[in-house]
């Protein structure tokens, strides 16, 4: 089982991280990368980048001189560069937050982000703060889908404009990725969502989720949530839609700004591991969870470890 022995085992010893996965999964990491066993799939995620398209100011705020779309998308290709199969995800609350939404409607952040090849989104709250109309008017600029499955758009004007989920195929292996949003009454102004129907966003999850699973056979599901972290009362978050199903892998959160520096696993009602991550908002973090799927046993392995976007990366 030699391969190219040389080659590989430069590789590893550069990227210590995957010989520290292979020793986890007790598996020969260079026989692993040799004759293709071991799998790598990176995911980026950002959430409620409100649309912070330049650093903030250097105003002695505490955020100063953090984010920046120009910084995260060099980062994103330098990433890309270096690693074949990869995702890049955002959780809802593209909209509100700088004049760039007040003059432009959020053109600039939906051109940025098929730009930056953003492979799906969801819908945050604010993502409705020009009313369907005015998110469905950005819509032409998105090279990438809106994926939502608990907003029922039919007798709106946003019907047929996303999608329930989709199914990317990487390194041979199929990720379902499906977005669930957050109840809009209460949160966003009655005229600005019209008739959009909320469903359950348990409910859809699992029946979506299912769906990846058993019939489309997906090895990996991602949910891309806007319900938040997890609130104090009984109000639905990414805690409850973690312990409350059966096949999802990974939510990527949002709305709670909630900036996790390791995502957190959480034992699911099929007594498996749901992982939820959020990274904060504006743009400051990029997250990043890469996958390790051994295909001969069915392990799979995550690591983590969320960049932060400032002049430190300009070096
Ligand atoms: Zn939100």
Redesign the pocket.
Known sequence: MGGCPMINRRKFIKTGSIAAVATALSIDSLDAMANGALKQLTILHTN?VHSQIEPFPMNGSRNQGLGGVARRAALIKKIRSEQPNVLLLDA??IFQGTPYFNLYGGELEIKLMSEMGYDAATM???DFDNGLEGFYKQLPHANFPILISNYDFSDTVMHKSTQSYKIFNKAGLKIGVFGIG?ELKG?VGEKNYGNTIYQDPVSKANEVAGLLKKELHCDLIICLS?L?YKYSDNKVSDQTLAQNNDHIDLIIG???HTFLAKPQDVKNRAGRITTINQVGFAGINLGRIDYYFESYRGKKLLTSSPYMISDQLDS
Request: aromatic share 0%; hydrophobic share 15%.
């Open positions: 409620d809802g609350d945050g709250n604010h957050i949160l806007h938040g949002g709305h709670t």
